[in-house]
T-cell receptor, first 110, second 113 residues
Framework: GESVGLHLPTLSVQEGDNSIINCAYSNSASDYFIWYKQESGKGPQFIIDIRSNMDKRQGQRVTVLLNKTVKHLSLQIAATQPGDSAVYFCADVGRNTLTFGKGTMLLVSP | NAGVTQTPKFQVLKTGQSMTLQCAQD?????MYWYRQDPGMGLRLIYYSASEGTTDKGEVPNGYNVSRLNKREFSLRLESAAPSQTSVYFC????????????FGEGSRLTVL
């Protein structure tokens, strides 16, 4: 079946390092993706999105890369801070709703 | 969380009991969604409502019913709770037009004993 999955369940980095969180998807028709951040005890919050007509999109300290050839996207966080510690989800935007991956926990140590 | 309010935040039930989770959004959006989140499973769609008066099943609808009471409110009901329904439940509603962004409520943590 269609799925959106993540390679690593937990990523530990030092403060100031760059973080890369990966996501694979299986639906070749997917054309719109969103990254969400979920802090402990809260609902997911939008970080950045990308459509399939782009291969890169930048925000504030975050960059999303999309490789349609291998059906892979990544979220890069520059100069990771303790406040970035959270679970990160990629989501495939379908016609009626979103399909979420299982999530990667990012742990940032000082 | 951008105008999506859920109640209650916590609930403990015994197997077989019933309860309703309430959700309201003040963004005047047509669509509303209910997801459940379990460890290692991400968020899975239970039901959604594309507009007032319509509801549709998502990925995991069994054991749940929903009501789109009006444009603001979308409730999720467990008629006979089971331990497998222990989870964190999130209500969501879309953000910007032409965007797939969803705004989520704070979540409702349900434990079924």
């Amino acid at each position: 079946g269609e799925s959106v999955g993540l390679h690593l369940p937990t990523l530990s980095v030092q403060e100031g390092d760059n973080s890369i969180i990966n996501c694979a998807y299986s639906n070749s028709a997917s054309d719109y993706f969103i990254w969400y951040k979920q802090e402990s005890g809260k609902g997911p919050q939008f970080i950045i999105d990308i459509r399939s007509n782009m291969d890169k999109r930048q925000g504030q300290r975050v960059t999303v890369l999309l490789n349609k050839t291998v059906k892979h996207l990544s979220l890069q966080i520059a100069a990771t801070q303790p406040g970035d510690s959270a679970v990160y989800f990629c989501a495939d935007v379908g016609r009626n709703t979103l399909t979420f991956g299982k999530g990667t926990m990012l742990l940032v140590s000082p | 969380n951008a105008g999506v309010t859920q109640t209650p935040k916590f609930q403990v039930l015994k197997t077989g009991q019933s309860m309703t989770l309430q959700c309201a959004q003040d963004m005047n959006h047509n669509s509303m969604y209910w997801y459940r989140q379990d460890p290692g499973m991400g968020l899975r769609l239970i039901y959604y409502s594309a507009s007032e008066g319509t509801t549709d099943k998502g990925e995991v609808p069994n054991g749940y019913n929903v009501s789109r009471l009006n444009k603001r409110e979308f409730s999720l009901r467990l008629e006979s709770a089971a331990p497998s329904q222990t989870s964190v439940y999130f209500c969501a509603s879309p953000g910007k037009l032409e965007s797939g962004e969803l705004f989520f409520g704070e979540g409702s943590r349900l434990t079924v004993l």
